[in-house]
C-alpha cells in the first residue's frame, strides 16, 4: 500500500510564506499546499499583506488563509513569530529562511529553504533549523551544501506535452524564461546568439519572458548593452503563460550564472517537451538528467554558441524530449511531489509515534 493509500497522521497544518511576491518558492507553497489538500488535511496559509499577490493566489485557488500586517521584513517576522506563540501546537511547515527563523524552537514544524543561504543567511538557517523536524531541501545539490538535510524534489503543476511540428528550415526561435536579472545570464544568451546569428543559414530570433525581479538598475542596463546588437531581431513578452511561451519557440536555452537551488523552469521545459540548453549551474544537471546531452559551463558565451549551432540540425529528434518527459512524469509531475509529501508525513508520523513510546516531546 502506498504512503498516500495509507495517509498521514495529521489532520491540519498552517503554512507559514516567505514573502508576499510569488516567486519560485512560492510556486512551491502552493504546490504543497495543493498536494496537503489532495490528502483531505485542512491547510492554512500565512502571508504577508503587502506585497499580497500570494495572498490573492491562495485565496483564488480557495485557501484559507491568515493575512499578516508587515511593512518590512522585520515586522513580518514579528507577526509571524505573535502568530506562532498563539498557535503552537498547530503544525507549521515554514516555507523559507524568514518564517524558518521567525519561528525558532516554537513548537512542531518543517524547515524549508528553496535558496541555497550564504553568509549571515547561512548563519540564520543554521539557528532557525533548531527544533525543527526536518530541514527541507529541493535538490541533492543543495543538501550537499548543508549536512542533515532531507531532500524533498519540488514539482511542477500539470502540463501538457506538445507535440511539435519542427521546422528545419526558416525562422529559428531561440527562448529565455526567467527572472531578467544578471544571475540567470540572459545577456550571456544575448551575446551567444550574436555569434549564432553570424553564423548560422536560419534567421535567428529571441524570445523573452520574464522581468526584472528582485533586481536593479544596473541588472536593466547590463542587459540592455547585451541586447542592443540584436535589435530587431528580439520578442520581449514579461510574463507570460509557460505553456504559451514554449508554444512559441523551437529552442529553450536556461544559462544561469549562480549555484541554483532546484530550477523549475527546466522542469517545466521537460513536461512540455521543448528542447532546452542548461548551463552547470547548481542543481541545473541534476534536475534534467544525468542523460540530458545539452549542457554548458555557465557564463561561456562561446561555448554556448557552439552547443546551439549543434542543436539545430537535430530539433526534430523527438527521442530526447519524449525522454525528458517520462523523466518529468517519474520525478516532477504533481503526481510524484504529492506522493514524496505523503512519504515525508508518513515518516514524521512514525518517527513521532517513536518518541513517544520513549517518552520523548512530539516536537
Known sequence: MSAAARGPRISSLAIAANNGDVGGGEVMLLNIAAALREMAIEVRILAPTSPDGLLSTARERGFDVTPLDASTRASYMR???AWRLRNLS????????????ATTAMGPRLAHLHLLPTGLNAAAARIGRLGARRLLVPSHFMSSRIPGATVLENWTEDIGFRDRNVRTTGLLRVGFLGRLTTDKGVHVLARALQEVIAQSDREVRLIIAGENRFGGSDDDREIAAALEPLTGSVDRLGWVDREEFFDQIDLAVFPSLVEESFGLVVAEAMARGVPFVISDAGAL???????????????????LAEMILSMIGELDDEGAQ?????????????????????????DLGQAAGTRRAGGRSDV
Not at 498547530?90 to 527563523?101: D, E, I, S
Not at 523523466?327 to 511531489?337: L, M, T, V
Open 322 to 346: 519524449r525522454d525528458a518527459r517520462r523523466r518529468w512524469e517519474e520525478r516532477f509531475s504533481p503526481a510524484a511531489g504529492a506522493g514524496r509529501v505523503a512519504e515525508l508525513l508518513l
Open 79 to 81: 507577526e509571524i513569530a
Open 90 to 101: 498547530v503544525p507549521l511547515w515554514c516555507n523559507g529562511l524568514v518564517p524558518t527563523l
Open 285 to 303: 544537471p541534476e534536475i534534467a538528467g544525468p542523460s540530458h546531452p545539452w549542457v554548458v559551463p555557465r557564463g561561456d558565451d562561446g561555448a
